[in-house]
């Protein structure tokens, strides 16, 4: 398998350098934190948060993923250059129908140089 | 190749069954009509306008690609269940930087029992 | 939608240049003529004949499909580099297993620089 | 994160079920153990050993993925059906061209219904 990096707490590294590189390959889940039974949402997933990503032919976020526990719910593919090959925050939003039983949503994307990276969960309450 | 199925003009079919037929499998883009050079803009791709398609597990929307006339920007591949297993439309945002020229964005989607539907292409000029 | 290229009577093309860029970019179906129901079989796609695609980082091909008539089969995607970077043939292997009726397959791949391009169709008769 | 499952020693688990359902999820890399620096060779995908997994529209194998180390190499998504709505083994073989040092190979597969599964990982000498 490989390795799966994750965003640690960065305020504790000593580098600046080493805060932009996990900051900048992190996704991340924004999403409601509640939301009805059978309701359509929204959940964009961005990598990144205060440092963007190279989208270069040979640095790029090649796709993200979007999982529920363990069920595959998306995934997303991309091409370099469509944000312009100029460091950007990879976005997509899926849409999906809240079930019976609260989420527990995560995202993982890959980095055709860096592996693969996950996001920190997000729990969503259906109510 | 496969056969590629395109919205007709439905207005001219003679059966309500059929036009429910041709609207709930064709993908749309919706996004401004003009956008800056170098701007990050979001490009919905949404699948059907008056009707809903399946959610089942034999009869789901299993992907959505997103053109610049011949090249390939982005694709999402969906599982089935994550709209509830009931009809409702596929939606996806892409989010895109626009290039020096106007482009022409089409999106194509596929319905695992009904194959492979196109959109009506898009004008997005850049300014 | 996107302009699908196939490949066409090349003989009949001037330049060597053009055969080339023919030759490069089109998939083809290489698998038994005649299978039995119910027997898993092999249906190789590979890109080129004599001509081989290169493996850059701004010019590989990124996917390939396999398709039954409209019915969509399977799809792989590449990351660049895994051909060695020079230039070579993209192959797969699918395993399928035969239907009660005679296969019509076809097979599409995207070269990130010049497109979508489809086999000629490859006809399996079930007996 | 999903939970990320692999195969166990199952020799050691009590009841044959569980075997089954063990043996039937895990992904193998059948390929040769030592290849020639610049040498494209075959690499086997195959899911399950001794028992075949469902090909039902609700529980199939969705996807498999190709890596080396923590570098993605290719991904085959698969649709339902492909394999005849009945039990057998994914299978697809990748083609990939030896890089000048050693790889560590690792595969993952999905199930619709019981998630992410890893291969153990593959050594291949790169002489």
């Known amino acids: 398998?490989?390795?799966?990096?994750?965003?640690?707490?960065?305020?504790?590294?000593?580098?600046?350098?080493?805060?932009?590189?996990?900051?900048r390959h992190s996704p991340h889940i924004i999403c409601s934190d509640e939301v009805q039974k059978g309701e359509k949402f929204k959940v964009k997933v961005k990598v990144g948060e205060e440092y963007s990503h190279p989208?270069?032919?040979d640095h790029y976020?090649?796709?993200v993923?979007?999982?529920n526990r363990e069920t595959f719910i998306a995934q997303a593919v991309?091409?370099?250059g469509s944000l312009g090959n100029k460091p950007n925050h990879v976005e997509v939003d899926f849409y999906i129908v809240a079930p019976e039983v609260s989420m527990n949503l995560s995202a993982m994307c890959n980095c055709i140089k860096h592996g693969l990276w996950m996001s920190d969960p997000k729990t969503v309450k259906v109510i």
């Open 65 to 67: 993923q979007l999982w």
């Open 55 to 57: 989208d270069d032919f």
């Open 1 to 23: 398998m490989p390795r799966v990096f994750r965003p640690v707490d960065i305020e504790q590294e000593e580098k600046e350098l080493r805060k932009d590189y996990f900051d």
């Open 61 to 63: 976020i090649t796709y």
């Open 78 to 80: 991309f091409s370099p």
